[in-house]
């Protein structure tokens, strides 16, 4: 639990039962390094529109990609990866809007990161490849909880332990998504997720982490969403990823509402 409180930034994600109508160009969120910030002259400044450049046009063909620009202390690191169950239109559609934001939203740092539905984008003048980061944090969490605690929280764990064990497998490249009938009528849905440079051991670490918080953050609740900069961990009573079950009886739709606190 010590990693909580190294969060350097926090959502609270105040959702009623119903499925979200973000589109891709809503970030979740993003952290800006204030202890990074750099000048228009600084070389690494023009660094980081050569990394934005490759990340933008070159990862949505895989889906992820690593790359770095420059030399010495102005070297820039960065990488992008879409979520492992989106299309190739949907992951280019947000990683453009993601190489966008960034600069607008963290204009003076060399280390920024922005977290989307479909991507995730960083930089960064210090190398981060292959590591795992847990440092910053997102959690988005649904107002409700559930009717049966021990029942849920115990199907739960049992359905993360297996997708856990599917995203280190390496075909998986870092994903696994999968459900669980909690009833005749209620589905629970969940999908984990590692940046694809991290070895196996530590895209186990990640998401052992994230998974972590669940009983602290997220405690019996009906949806939760836990977003590190190495991983990302999502469980609803409703689908979310690819592809949709459209027959699901679970689906209503409206409006979302969101909290913002800071540490």
Known sequence: MTSLFNLLLFFFFLVLPFVSNAQSDDPLGQFCNQDTVISKAS??????????????????????????????NDKVYGLAQCRGDVSQDDCSSCIQDAGKQIRQLCPDQADARIWYDYCFLRYDDKTFI?????????????????????KFNKELGRL?????????????RGLGKSE???????????????????????????????VGNFPAICNSRKGCRVLYSS????????????????????IARGQTIKKLVYP
């Open 231 to 250: 991983c990302y961990v999502r469980y609803e009573l409703y689908p979310f990823f690819f592809p949709l079950d459209r027959n699901d009886s679970n």
């Open 43 to 72: 070389p690494i400044w023009s660094n980081i529109d050569h990394v934005l450049t490759e990340l933008v046009s070159k990862a949505p063909s895989t889906g992820f990609l690593t790359t770095s620009y420059g030399s010495g």
């Open 180 to 210: 669980t009938k909690l009833t005749p009528f209620i589905t629970l849905y969940a999908l984990v997720q590692c940046t694809r440079d991290l070895p196996k051991l530590s895209c186990a670490q990640c998401l052992a982490i994230a």
């Open 160 to 172: 993360m332990d297996r997708i856990e064990a599917d995203a280190v497998v390496p075909e998986n």
């Open 130 to 150: 292959g590591e795992v980061d847990t440092y910053s944090g997102i959690f988005y969490i649904n107002v409700e909880n559930v009717t049966d605690p021990g």
